[in-house]
């Protein structure tokens, strides 16, 4: 089984329901976690899919000819979301042959491109295996803050731009790692640091850079114990089992800022600012792709893919391995395969790969209801003015209002369509959405759109 990616193409969540002034002192995001106006996280200002209060007037309804403010052909391929700040869209691509890397700026207004430069080159990049679509050489989300855009791909490159001048103030091109099936995991920023996960087939580690300058603070090795060696499968002996894709989430759940991340056969809590692993929950599932989300205290995990993958919310505090101390709940199914969860008064909502919609108590884990909608789903889902929206690999989004009934809003289409039979060569979503004031910033396969009302 090929690994499953996109840890970046969805995914996170903060505790929902804190009073505005508390939100930067949990999510940890500092200066992104205050610009609730912009999108400088693929997963929003707060970092778990919520627009924030108090903003209304968003499109309910769309098409390709309605309420589409402006369209732009997107230069060669990439699956990274659009992230926005102060008037200017961020996205990556690449050369589908993974030769080269580009840095995209696009006007929010105008959808003008006004920044479309090549930062890295690879003179013989790894295929990302057998022609599957599920990832790309630029699958990895920029993130945002004031002045400064962040690019991350993987092992190829990472670079610090001005997001006046569009100039590079720092690059780094020496980070190992084989990814085998692509990067996926996106940057994250913490105080002074931006952190980079890297889970490959050969190493995995986290690091962190000084922000300013791009040298290395620290570095954590995985401490995962592998058990894998003396499968005799072809999977294993290159790697599948030790990747994975998912992006780490901030928050502090009452005891101090903690980096939450997913990796192959464990799920970890670190500390931030050192480096340092606090706690390890063990599992045997690989290439996990949601990022994880919070409730209350609790931290949920998807684990990946296997016999043993498992959706796990684990209690804040442990030391060591906390499977026997702190494990509130577990889950074998339902549960979401690649885009991440998002929690919305207590409840947990995901879309499965197999055309459901889910919401269960996220305290509990007790499974409230689940709806076919049809389609697949690799798009992290977005609440904004008292809705839901899904994104599918088909081009359609389902928009929900969250409540303990489902209770369906619209369904818009936007570039349907599938290739060969296989929706993840159409041209639907692949990439999360953004928000921008009152309007989408939407991204196919090979475009990008602003959707808004007149």
Known sequence: MLSKVLGNLCL???????????????TGLGVMAQ?????????GPFGNGHAGEGLEGVPLHWSDEQHVAWKLDVPELGLSSPVVLDGKVWLTTATEDGHDFFVLGVEAESGALVVNQRLFHSDDPESLGNGRQDNSYATPSAVLETGRAYVHFGSFGTACLNAQTHEVIWQREDLPCRHYRGASSSPVLFQELLILTFDGADQQYLIA???HTGKTVWQTKR?????????????????????????????NLGEGMRLYSVGAKAAYAYDPASGKELWRLDHGAYSAAPRPVTFDDQVIFVSGFSRGAQMVSVQSGGQGVVNETHVRWALDNPLPKYASPIVVDGLLYFALDESFLVCMEAGSGEVVWKERVGGKFRACPIYVDGRIYFFSLEGTTTVIKPGRDFHLLATNHLEQGVVNDDPRRGPGFMASPAIDGQAFILRTRHHLYRIQEP
Not at 12 to 26: D, E
Not at 235 to 244: I, L, Q
């Open 35 to 43: 610009q609730s106006s912009g999108w400088p996280d693929y997963r």
């Open 223 to 251: 401490s995962a114990i592998w058990n894998d060696e003396h499968i005799d499968n072809a999977m294993v002996r290159e790697g599948d089992w030790r990747k994975a894709h998912s992006t780490p989430l901030l928050a």
């Open 209 to 211: 850079l000084d922000k």
């Open 12 to 26: 996170t969540r903060f505790a929902y329901g804190l009073i505005p002034s508390t939100l930067a002192a949990w």
